[in-house]
């Protein structure tokens, strides 16, 4: 599978932005998909994940309230909906396949990753 993220780009603390990522093949329910970030100098890390039919989701604690993963799988597209942006939610952001059976929050348990958008929020 390959991916492309977009829709990354420079924010005021408060704003909100709308990451999209689109699967080069019908992603449809094989898939579950995440999304993660990495700050530079620091370790790529869990966002949130959507199972193959969308029917549950999983945000990290530091997104929960202010982060909506979804996804549109008729137009294989999944979607990061980002309110009330931080700072600290400064990093490359990245979209990644996994065709296991279940949802991880691991980096390595995701196939495919595209390669990235940058998201920059200032204060």
């Known amino acids: 599978v390959q991916l492309q993220a977009s829709g990354g780009g420079l924010v005021q603390a408060g704003g909100s932005l709308r990451l999209s990522c689109a699967a080069s093949?019908?992603?449809?329910?094989?898939?579950?998909m995440g999304w993660f970030r990495q700050a530079p100098g620091k370790e790529r890390e869990f966002v949130a994940a959507?199972?193959?039919?969308?029917?549950?989701?999983y945000h990290e604690d530091s997104v929960k309230g202010r982060f909506t993963i979804s996804r549109d799988n008729a137009k294989n597209m999944v979607y990061l909906q980002m309110n009330i942006l931080k700072p600290e939610d400064t990093a490359l952001y990245y979209c990644?396949?996994?065709?296991?059976?279940?949802?991880?929050?691991?980096?390595?348990?995701?196939?495919?990753w595209g390669q990235g958008t940058q998201v920059t929020v200032s204060s």
């Open positions: 990644a396949a996994s065709s296991k059976a279940w949802v991880e929050k691991r980096a390595s348990w995701y196939d495919s």
């Open positions: 093949v019908r992603t449809s329910s094989g898939y579950h």
């Open positions: 959507i199972t193959g039919t969308g029917s549950s989701t």
